[in-house]
């Protein structure tokens, strides 16, 4: 029997964990002389040209296009840009691996929690939007948290799966850049979930993203809870993902310091 | 397993096939269907040995010679793919000092993040923080990003963060060349001071004045195999035999 990793590790996660997150802040935000300003920023202007084009170049029947949009983007935004980092990092942090023994699960996991305050100033300005079309903050919007956590649970699975195997086959991080490709299109964002036939709606169902994408505009635009059997699917492929998504990882660990 | 010994190893093999270092598809499926030749390399070949609490070695070997390996696994970093290793205590490695630092984060910031990677507590920290501050020497550059620190200040603050880990295990690689004469001196005491108060060390150095000076016991390793076992003094009177006869020859 070999050991686990962990077993001469005896340090506190959280303390640890809150120091990666501290280093990914420090090292994003000090090094633009906007700081903070860049994470609205961009969203702003992507705002700006979406409402130009859908309002200006090619009107959009569906009601408040913009904030319509944006539900879609922000989720989808998170998401790519969590797996694609969270693909990485255990490459970016081998000089970390090959030298101490905390335990590895800790390195893509902050890598998608470095990306949850983008996200939270994402979802700020997304409310802002909404309110300033004219919606009115409501009991629904306590299902927002569960939805965010849910997908945050879902990149997690997805980043200890993929990182562990960036590791083995440095493909991966391509495979995972063209699959994100991909998704764009497979997540409702420019279209209605409505105009999805019935046939085809099991397979957004089960798409954690397009999920979460319907849930935010069921909460946000339509004023109602996200379907019962839409957030049990999600809570369900979130859980088995992080699950499958650790398992993974714990398998192939151990040869890390073979292959890094 | 014996709780006894610090360190035990049985019949321990490291075998790195060939294709381990290939992290591209396509060989990783040329692998599957066998079209590539899978040549083991032993990077260490079945090393038996005992250390007991206390004990001090010293690893001999040239480069490639499976010291590394073998430090590796004793930090618990990787795994045998034959045999047992067993380790009971706590292990600092001081392998490849400030290596896990980050440039754009101050010398304050990454003794944190350094400390919480080796296992410390954020009390221990907090209180240790002054403490490591002060042995490395490095002074009020403390708070500027480690980019601009010379390299052997950056191996001065690796050291004084990992020599606080209170291990009960010890391992130096290549560590006594840190900085300047006068920190050189104050490591070597550090060291001392682990010796004395009764940790087990692994060493590795090319200056076998330093490893006779610091430890009772060597092994020597060569291409993976074990040479010789013994006290330092016997050890590493053979393997410089062998060195000068080789450069004479």
Not at chain 1, 70 to 78: M, Y
Not at chain 1, 127 to 150: D, E, M, T
Not at chain 2, 52 to 73: D, F, P, Y
């Amino acid at each position: 029997m070999t050991p686990a990793l962990t077993s001469r590790w005896t340090g506190e996660y959280r303390f640890l964990l809150g120091n990666l997150l501290l280093k990914d802040f420090r090292v994003r935000y000090r090094n633009m002389s906007l700081g903070f300003g860049w994470s609205v920023a961009s969203p702003l202007v992507m705002m700006g040209v979406l409402t130009f084009i859908f309002t200006r170049v090619m009107p959009s029947t569906i009601e408040h296009f913009p904030a319509f949009v944006l539900c879609g983007l922000v989720p989808l935004n998170f998401f790519s840009l969590s797996w694609l980092t969270g693909t990485v990092s255990l490459i970016d942090n081998a000089g970390l691996i090959k030298r101490t023994t905390f335990p590895r699960e800790i390195i893509p996991i902050a890598s998608v929690l470095a990306n949850c305050l983008h996200f939270a100033i994402q979802i700020g300005l997304l409310l802002i939007l909404v309110v300033a079309s004219g919606y009115q903050p409501n009991v629904n919007w306590l299902f927002l948290p569960v939805i965010i956590v849910l997908e945050i649970v879902f990149a997690c699975g997805m980043a200890l799966a993929f990182s562990a195997l960036d590791v083995y086959v440095r493909d991966t991080r391509y495979v995972v850049e063209s699959a994100i490709t991909v998704l764009i299109w497979m997540v409702p964002i420019f279209y209605d979930s409505n105009i999805i036939p019935q046939k085809y709606r099991v397979v957004y169902h089960l798409n954690p993203i397009a999920a979460a994408v319907m849930a935010f505009r069921n909460i946000l635009l339509e004023n109602k809870m996200p379907a019962f059997s839409l957030v049990s699917k999600l809570t369900l492929v979130s859980a088995v993902t992080f699950g499958v998504g650790l398992l993974i990882f714990r398998r192939l660990k151990m040869r890390f310091y073979d292959y890094l | 397993m014996n709780p006894d010994h610090a360190v035990t190893f049985e019949g321990v093999s490291k075998i790195y096939s060939r294709s381990t270092g290939r992290k591209l598809l396509r060989s990783h499926v040329e692998g599957w269907f066998g079209r590539l030749p899978r040549e083991p390399f032993y990077a260490l070949n079945k090393v038996s040995f005992t250390l007991e609490h206390c004990e001090s070695v010293a690893i001999l070997g040239s480069n490639g010679a499976g010291k590394s390996t073998m430090l590796s696994m004793v930090a618990g970093l990787s795994y045998p793919n034959e045999g047992r290793v067993t380790v009971n205590g706590r292990v600092a490695a001081l392998l490849e000092l400030g290596s896990g630092f980050h440039p754009d984060l101050t010398g304050a910031e990454n003794i944190e993040l350094n400390a919480a990677l080796l296992g410390l507590s954020k009390k221990r920290t907090d209180y240790l923080f002054d403490s490591i501050v002060e042995f490395s020497g490095i002074g009020e550059f403390i708070h500027e990003p480690l980019r601009t620190y010379s390299s052997g200040m950056m191996m001065r603050l690796g050291f004084s963060v990992a020599v606080n880990v209170d291990p009960d295990i010890l391992i130096l690689d290549e560590v006594f060349a840190v900085g300047d004469q006068d920190f050189q001196v104050k490591c070597r005491e550090k060291v001392l001071s682990f010796k004395k108060s009764g940790k087990t060390m692994l060493c590795v150095s090319h200056s076998t004045a330093t490893l006779n000076q610091l430890c009772d016991r060597a092994i020597w390793l060569d291409h993976g195999q074990m040479v010789m076992d013994g006290t330092a003094a016997e050890v590493i009177a053979q393997y410089e035999g062998r060195s000068t006869a080789k450069a004479g020859g």
